[in-house]
């Protein structure tokens, strides 16, 4: 389902994020460190990097993403393996688990944080970062599209992403007994290239609802959601514009 080469298109714009959130993670010498959803391990291996005593987990659900991070160099203390972000299960207590962009995929986030929780070392730390734009023209044009009688019956049952907010998740840990600190930031990317918002969408949002069509289907799919897209989205000779909200956590456990 994931292309790890159209995933890292928008590199840069997808990484700042995680450095962001990592920069708010106060731990001196962690044993062992999991990163859920690591994509093709690049910012796995700064897990690695800051912290080399640690024996570092690497965790994706998608095997091609898993693949491409086996395929990179990486040092000994790193390990890459294709799992459930909510079912895996750490070899020992965790004390820093990272998450960038990837438990939005989740749901039931009560539930799931009470599983990620469990997984804590006493004085571990929960840090994670979600996108919260799906309410965005972006991700109402592509519910519109989806609806639409050629596409419905098929897409009916594709997941679409979803993100609390940052009150609830304050909320939500706060009541299992970890000291949160919660915010929230607004990107204004400034896009590159021709149809910058669909690429964008390609790498992330889009892939599920492809999968879930035959080539055809897809093809008319985005052929239906470009306009859309370009009417919201207008660009400029600098680029396009795409407002982007993105959620943090970072939540530490008590001793």
Same mark, same amino acid.
Not at 197 to 214: H, K, Q
């Given at each position: ?31 062992? /460190? ?19 005593? +640690? ?6 659900? &998608?095997?091609?993403?898993?693949? @491409? ?8 203390? $790193? ?7 909510? *079912?895996? @299960? ?5 004390? /820093?688990?990272? &998450? ?9 986030? *009560? ?13 571990? /730390? ?5 996108? +919260? ?31 609390? &907010?940052?009150?609830?998740? @304050? ?31 390609? *790498? ?20 239906? $959601? ?5 009417? &919201? ?5 600098? *680029? ?16």
């Amino acid at each position: 389902m994931w292309d790890p080469a159209r995933y890292s298109h928008f590199r840069d714009e997808r990484k700042r994020p995680f450095f962001e959130l990592l920069a708010r993670v106060d731990v001196d010498a962690p044993s062992h /460190v999991a990163d859920l959803g690591c994509g093709t391990g690049d910012l796995t291996r700064v897990l690695a990097e800051r912290w080399k005593g +640690a024996r570092v987990y690497g965790v994706d659900s &998608s095997a091609a993403m898993v693949e @491409e991070a086996r395929r990179r160099p990486a040092p000994e203390s $790193l390990r890459f393996e294709v799992a459930d972000l909510a *079912g895996w @299960e750490p070899p020992a207590p965790l004390d /820093v688990l990272v &998450s960038n962009a990837a438990l939005h995929w989740v749901p039931d986030h *009560g539930a799931l944080l009470l599983r990620l929780v469990a997984k804590l070392a006493p004085g571990g /730390v929960l840090a994670f970062q979600v996108p +919260a734009n799906f309410d965005a023209p972006s991700h109402r044009h592509i519910d519109e599209v989806r609806t639409l009688p050629r596409f419905a019956a098929k897409l009916a049952q594709v997941r679409r992403g979803h993100a609390e &907010s940052i009150a609830a998740y @304050e909320e939500l840990l706060s009541g299992l007994g970890l000291v949160v600190d919660a915010w929230e930031t607004a990107y204004l990317h400034v896009l590159p290239g021709e149809d910058a918002v669909l690429e964008w969408l390609l *790498g992330t949002t889009l892939r599920p609802v492809l999968a879930a069509l035959e080539p055809e289907e897809g093809r008319a799919f985005l052929d239906t $959601l470009r306009p859309l897209l370009r009417q &919201s989205y207008p660009a400029h000779a600098r *680029g396009t514009p795409f407002l982007f909200t993105r959620r943090f956590v970072v939540a530490r456990r008590g001793r």
